[in-house]
């Protein structure tokens, strides 16, 4: 069956501390990926996507992730978080065919202190 | 970027009232809405898939009867919680989803029943 796996369920870091968000999944065929973030009492973002191309994606915030195909990974990067990237994180995948549902991973916690 | 909206934002009901939740496309034409869950500190769960004028494919557990999908158009898409009961409470997501497989995520809506 497909899935998404989040490997950090609450990842706590200081300002300008790098981050990185580990993501897998497990799907069959070719995949398009995605990152969205949900800040509190606000409604699902997208930060950045990848369908083909380079697997070096770079999305909004400041964030990036690489597609590692042989590793079946999408992880999320930033090289120096702030207070305001607080938020909860999700990564999400379907395959790429119009019309088929996103599988989302069980989110990560992300809690920056100043 | 496509726009989705949904009404109401939020929504108190009585148990074993029914309350119907509008997902539109504001900006482009949807041919597929999908319709999501979020418990409390929990990920997305996708409830069902609806395609213009075709009955709604429900995941399984869904109760069909229970969440009815109406996807009478290319711009909006309903959800009828019938009956409701306190279990029910929870986020409603929709999202919108045109010719390219992306989908553009609705703003969601709480649903409490008393």
């Known amino acids: 069956a497909q899935s998404v796996s989040q490997h950090n369920h609450h990842v706590i870091l200081s300002e300008a501390a790098s981050l990185e968000l580990g993501c897998n999944y497990s799907?069959?065929?070719?995949?398009?990926l995605f990152w969205y973030v949900q800040y509190p009492g606000q409604h699902l973002q997208l930060l950045l996507k990848y369908f083909s191309g380079d697997p070096l994606v770079k999305g909004i915030k400041g964030f990036e992730a690489e597609f590692i195909k042989s590793k079946f990974s999408f992880n999320l990067r930033k090289p120096s978080v702030q207070w305001s990237d607080t938020a909860e994180y999700f990564c999400a995948v379907t395959l790429n065919q119009a019309g088929t549902a996103l599988i989302f991973g069980k989110g990560t916690t992300l809690s920056v202190s100043s | 970027g496509a726009v989705v909206s949904q009404h109401p934002s939020r929504v108190i009901c009585k148990s074993g009232t029914s309350v119907k939740i509008e997902c539109r496309s504001l900006?482009?034409?949807?041919?597929?809405m999908f319709w999501y869950r979020q418990f409390p500190k929990q990920s997305l769960m996708l409830m069902a898939t609806?395609?213009?004028?075709?009955?709604?494919?429900?995941e399984q557990g869904v109760e069909k009867d229970k969440f009815l999908i109406n996807h009478a158009s290319l711009t909006l898409s309903t959800l009828t919680v019938t009956s409701a009961h306190p279990e029910d409470s929870s986020f409603y997501i929709c999202s919108a989803s045109g010719r390219v497989n992306e989908q553009y995520f609705g703003p969601g809506t709480r649903l409490t029943v008393t």
């Open positions: 609806s395609n213009e004028g075709s009955k709604a494919t429900y």
């Open positions: 900006d482009f034409q949807a041919t597929t």
């Open positions: 799907y069959g065929g070719t995949v398009n």
